[in-house]
């Protein structure tokens, strides 16, 4: 892939080149051609002004001409300073073309290692279950005294694993929708708040834990829907990660000319090596949370990083082992 692009970028800095040696090339010629016209104009005309000047012509009167070999020297004299200066220009141009080609290339660089990234670790994500399906299948298969109880449970494993399946699959398919815009409006953050709660409160029911909102009613604009989705996959992760009876905090204030929503939890915490890492894709850890429930496939934080990143906000994370984790969401705020 790296030579690849090494070539598109050589092959670019050579189409910038050839573009630029045609443009001087050209403009060289234009002036060359005018300037020799206006020389020997200039030459005509102090021919006729010293003609029109003249005394009758004496016997011994010079006549005063230009040596042939005087001009040609003027001309190659003019010659070889545009020449000169033509590949000044192509020396620049091939600077400056090497340079704009990889700032042009750059951009498609990173998407291509990005999409290649995706591609990689979702197949990684994807051979698992899929590697775990086949083989209780194939060992279901083989045992000749397969009884019903064995059966039933062999199914129920594979169920399992399908449900891992179609939540990977949910999950890509979100990655790949929220690459696009979605529709701006302008909504109560409080609203937002409580219509993501009212989605997680059976799973903080489960785990006896109370969900706290202290939200003002401010005014931002986004994708509503974007938006609800991201503070169900916060508070999901909240809930997920902390332990029975414990209290989820929300609150909102006003930060410069955003809206800043904290999700507080009194969860298991994060490393510090770990914290710089939540947000990438399908990045998951067993020090942070092995008390936590560790199923999924470390794609929901990176999904919230994509929501927030595509309303024109920024979202970052603060934790502290064993106390709990603080997850900071800015959105534009609204001022109309």
Same mark, same amino acid.
């Not at 951009?107 to 999409?115: A, H, S, T």
């Not at 974007?226 to 997920?240: E, R, T």
């Given at each position: 892939?790296?030579?690849?692009?090494?070539?598109?970028?050589?092959?670019?800095?050579?189409?910038?080149?050839?573009?630029?040696?045609?443009?001087?090339?050209?403009?060289?010629?234009?002036?060359?051609?005018?300037?020799?016209?206006?020389?020997?104009?200039?030459?005509?005309?102090?021919?006729?002004?010293?003609?029109?000047?003249?005394?009758?012509?004496?016997?011994?009167?010079?006549?005063?001409?230009?040596?042939?070999?005087?001009?040609?020297?003027?001309?190659?004299?003019?010659?070889?300073?545009?020449?000169?200066?033509?590949?000044?220009?192509?020396?620049?141009?091939?600077?400056?073309?090497?340079?704009?080609?990889?700032?042009?290339?750059?951009?498609?660089?990173?998407?291509?290692?990005?999409?290649?990234?995706?591609?990689?670790?979702?197949?990684?994500?994807?051979?698992?279950?899929?590697?775990?399906?086949?083989?209780?299948?194939?060992?279901?298969?083989?045992?000749?005294?397969?009884?019903?109880?064995?059966?039933?449970?062999?199914?129920?494993? @594979?169920?399992?694993? /399908?449900? #891992?399946?179609?939540?990977?699959?949910?999950?890509? !398919? +979100?990655?790949? &929708?929220?690459? *696009?815009?979605?529709?701006?409006?302008?909504? @109560?953050?409080?609203? /937002?708040? #409580?219509?993501?709660?009212?989605?997680?409160?059976? !799973? +903080?029911?489960? &785990?006896?834990? *109370?969900?706290?909102?202290?939200?003002?009613?401010?005014?931002?604009?986004?994708?509503?829907?974007?938006?609800?989705?991201?503070?169900?996959?916060?508070?999901?992760?909240?809930?997920?990660?902390?332990?029975?009876?414990?209290?989820?905090?929300?609150?909102?204030?006003?930060?410069?000319?955003?809206?800043?929503?904290?999700?507080?939890?009194?969860?298991?915490?994060?490393?510090?090596?770990?914290?710089?890492?939540?947000?990438?894709?399908?990045?998951?850890?067993?020090?942070?949370?092995?008390?936590?429930?560790?199923?999924?496939?470390?794609?929901?934080?990176?999904?919230?990083?994509?929501?927030?990143?595509?309303?024109?906000?920024?979202?970052?994370?603060?934790?502290?082992?064993?106390?709990?984790?603080?997850?900071?969401?800015?959105?534009?705020?609204?001022?109309?």
């Amino acid at each position: 892939m790296l030579n690849t692009f090494r070539s598109a970028r050589v092959k670019l800095t050579i189409w910038y080149i050839l573009i630029a040696f045609l443009i001087t090339t050209f403009f060289s010629a234009l002036a060359f051609g005018g300037l020799r016209v206006e020389f020997e104009r200039g030459i005509q005309r102090q021919r006729d002004v010293e003609s029109r000047l003249q005394i009758p012509p004496a016997p011994l009167a010079v006549n005063r001409r230009i040596d042939p070999k005087v001009l040609q020297e003027i001309r190659d004299w003019l010659i070889v300073r545009i020449l000169i200066a033509d590949g000044l220009i192509i020396l620049i141009s091939a600077i400056s073309g090497w340079f704009l080609a990889g700032r042009a290339l750059r951009p498609i660089k990173l998407m291509v290692d990005e999409q290649n990234r995706f591609i990689s670790d979702a197949s990684h994500e994807l051979r698992t279950p899929l590697t775990a399906l086949m083989a209780s299948i194939e060992v279901g298969l083989r045992d000749k005294t397969l009884t019903l109880p064995r059966a039933e449970k062999l199914l129920t494993d @594979n169920l399992k694993d /399908v449900k #891992d399946l179609q939540t990977l699959s949910e999950d890509l !398919l +979100a990655l790949a &929708k929220y690459n *696009t815009n979605g529709k701006t409006t302008i909504m @109560n953050i409080r609203e /937002v708040i #409580d219509e993501a709660k009212g989605k997680v409160n059976s !799973l +903080a029911k489960l &785990k006896k834990i *109370t969900i706290s909102v202290s939200a003002k009613n401010y005014s931002v604009k986004g994708d509503k829907n974007k938006l609800i989705q991201l503070f169900v996959i916060l508070f999901d992760n909240a809930i997920k990660y902390s332990p029975k009876e414990k209290m989820i905090k929300i609150k909102t204030e006003k930060s410069g000319r955003y809206v800043k929503v904290s999700v507080i939890d009194q969860g298991y915490g994060i490393h510090g090596e770990d914290l710089a890492h939540i947000f990438d894709r399908f990045y998951r850890t067993d020090k942070a949370r092995t008390k936590g429930d560790s199923s999924g496939f470390g794609l929901g934080l990176s999904i919230a990083k994509k929501i927030v990143k595509e309303n024109n906000g920024f979202i970052t994370a603060e934790s502290t082992v064993s106390k709990g984790s603080t997850f900071i969401v800015n959105l534009p705020m609204d001022k109309s």
